[in-house]
């Protein structure tokens, strides 16, 4: 197998993390589109936003997109990189889209744990339990029309990765 795999979440579902475990599991190369975006422009994605707004933001996450898609890499995505048609069509196309889904409550505990959340702008001005309720709701259809397949994250990594490795038939 030599196909690109995009992870695809809302924030705080482990698209990173596992995307690491994935990559090294597979002897793949690893991209966080957000980490990528930060070490091409030296902003982070609070400080595009302020100074771009969040539709500057989102064109430069699509470009990121395209400039890192390559064979035998696992691509932890940004959150919202699924709100663009392009984007979705783009990762379908080029690879297998796995969509890392957890209940807004363990997604906001994660969150409050994150010592990086500052870096991470709210998306809509409410408590994080809140706003992970309202992005799940909007967004998840749209997840669910990305993916290829959906992983449980609301359990211990080792099984995580078990599921990730079931799906792609490697022991």
């Not at 979440?9 to 930060?38: P, Q, W």
């Not at 196309?93 to 969150?111: C, N, T």
């Amino acid at each position: 197998m030599n196909k690109t795999i995009f992870l695809v979440g809302a924030r705080a579902s482990g698209k990173t993390t596992m995307g690491r475990l994935l990559a090294e599991k597979l002897n793949y190369s690893f991209i966080d589109t957000d980490v990528y975006l930060y070490e091409t422009t030296k902003r982070t994605v609070a400080e595009i936003v302020e100074k771009e707004g969040w539709e500057g933001f989102r064109r430069q996450e699509s470009q990121v997109l395209i400039d890192v898609t390559q064979p035998c890499r696992v691509i932890a995505t940004g959150g919202g990189m699924i709100l663009a048609d392009q984007n979705r069509l783009h990762m379908q196309k080029m690879g297998i889209v796995f969509f890392l889904s957890a209940p807004a409550k363990i997604l906001a505990e994660r969150l409050m744990k994150d010592p990086n959340m500052a870096q991470r702008p709210s998306l809509t001005g409410l408590s994080i339990v809140d706003e992970m309720d309202k992005i799940l709701e909007e967004r998840h259809h749209l997840y669910m029309d990305s993916a290829s397949h959906v992983i449980n994250v609301d359990c211990q990594e080792m099984q995580i990765l078990g599921q990730f490795l079931e799906v792609l038939n490697i022991d």
